[in-house]
């Protein structure tokens, strides 16, 4: 069948509905619009297409060129004004890309493009343009600049190194908080240079590792030391994982790396206090363990591994059961019933008391047993501790022998001891004050020293109690004799010695040591008296002595000198004779006098 037509002016209108039919459909698909001015008739012609972009009805008003610039977004109005006459004065050609503000207030963006026309002179009679609504792909395009604008800021920011290594290990890009790690004082300084310059020798195997994996494909971690470039050494721990291009290809290799030096310095410390604790809890004779629910060992030291052995006969694990029967039915009940206690939710302590099965010797233990429970307070097993108390109770014992051996002496010796605070109270004394000084220990406590001593004694008492508070702690006065009252009314002499323990915890006084002197002093007394009157006797007969001796002497004398005749020489030697018996009689009484002064106990012969 043939639709063709005989009539041009038909076929022409055809052609033009097609034409406008395949336009509509072009500026439908591509969102185009096209538009004219005429300069001469200064009218303005828009297509559909512009008004599906404004979002106007094509019947519901004229156009004109000031409908035209109202639909550019305030903003971009004068910037559009100014293009149109730089197009039409200064023959540049009609490219604007600007916002336009449609009838519903949405904001579109447009790029529209035009040419003018103009006649011989010049002088432009026509603009034939079009514009095109790029809103879509200016959106697009906004937003990935604004996320790339916020990678960038994160980048920027992120205290671990980010950088991007080219395949063949070319720093390509690196962030500030990497360049300070590699102490880069600016960019330049690092990119272009080789990566692997920065690592230490000793790990340059890990870094290539996880570089080439990444240029596999492989995302792999590692750790590494690096050497900055001021000679700082760090330790580091880096992830790598592949670029690739819109091919899929790899380009280049993104690293996070992050400082991990103080987390190895820490590691490291740490792991030096587990060997420490671990060489003091193997090195200890105490015994360290802990089971589970079902009684299996979990960890031990090698005090109780040894101990354990030695019971099942064969070398102790962890796993094994610390239940062991060939020990005896009574250890193994006795110690299933412990277990039980501790797997049921309490805390106890027990001590035991045995002979040793590997030394043989007399062994005290006391053994704690704490349970272990998880996060949800589940009890999960049992720690354990057994400490050697052996050496402590047998010093516990020599203790209570020494202070039995010394309350034996302080009740029955003959020095009483008192602790005293600073005004002379006693806070203690020792039972022998009944025996020296008639009071019980319930009457002394109740007196002051100052009830009991002498009142002439009582202001050196005084200051001797002053003195001994300005003395070291342990620090003592020398000895001296006091005058105390007895129970019984008579006056004591008592010699005391204060020694300052007010600091020590134990005391915290002045202890004060005395004993009963009275028989001595008397004595001392008794004697300084008896040598005070022979000293008065014998003052007192000195003169008497002198004078027959010097007669003596001087009748001798003259006999010497033989000048004398046989009758003066007789009555001489008469002269001598009563000069001897007359100091025979003085020496006589001075003998009768000493011993009317000497007691009897003194004068007696044993």
Partial sequence: MNFSSKDPNLNNSLKNQNYLLILRQMETLGKLGHWEFDFINQTLFWSEGVYII???????????????????????????????????????PYNLECRLLTTKGTIKYIHSQADVIRDESGLPIQIVGIFQDITERTEAYIQLKQQEVRLSSILQSEPEC????????????????????????????????????????????????IHDNALKGIKSSARFRIIGMKGTHRWMESTSVPLTNQKGEITSVLSLTRDISEKVTNEEKLIRIKRNQEALINSTSDLIWSIDTQYCLVAANKTFLDVLSF????????????????????????????????????????????????????????????????????ITGLACFSKDITSLMRKSKELLLNEKRFRALVENGADVIMILNPRGQGKYVSPSIKKVMGYTE????????????????????KKRLFEVLALPLGASLQSQTFRAKHKDGSWRYVESTLTNMLSDESIGGIVDNFHDVTEKETQMEAIQTQNQKLKTI????????????????????LIRTGSLTKEEEEKSLRYLLESANELDDVIGDIVRKSQEVIPPEFNSKP
Avoid at 67 to 79: A, F, I, M, Q, T
Avoid at 449 to 460: C, G, K, Q, S, Y
Avoid at 539 to 555: D, N
Wanted: charged share 30%; glycine share 6%.
């Fill in 162 to 209: 980010v950088k991007v290594v080219s395949p063949d290990g070319i720093l390509i890009e690196m962030n500030p908080a990497g360049l300070s790690m590699i102490e880069a004082d600016c960019p330049e300084e690092a990119i272009g240079q080789k990566v692997e310059s920065l690592i230490d020798p000793a790990d340059l195997k890990f870094y290539q590792n």
């Fill in 311 to 378: 019971l099942q006969k064969v070398p102790a694990k962890e796993g094994d059961s610390v239940l062991v029967k060939t020990a005896g039915e009574e250890f193994y009940y006795k110690w299933k019933e412990y277990y039980e206690r501790g797997l049921s939710g309490e805390s106890f302590r027990t001590y035991e008391n045995f002979i040793s099965p590997i030394t043989h010797e007399e062994e005290h233990r006391e053994v704690s047993f704490n349970p272990i429970r998880n996060i949800d307070e589940k």
């Fill in 442 to 461: 319930t009457e002394a406590m109740n007196l002051s020293l100052f009830d009991v001593i002498h009142p002439d004694d009582a202001p050196r008492l």
């Fill in 538 to 557: 014998a003052w007192t007969q000195s003169h008497v002595v002198r004078s027959p001796l010097a007669r003596i002497m001087g009748i001798i004398e």
């Fill in 54 to 92: 404004l979002e106007m009805d094509p019947s519901s008003m004229p156009v004109s060129l000031e409908l035209g610039y109202n639909s550019v977004h305030p903003d971009d109005r004068e910037k559009a004004k100014q293009h149109m006459e730089d197009v039409i004065t200064k023959g540049i």
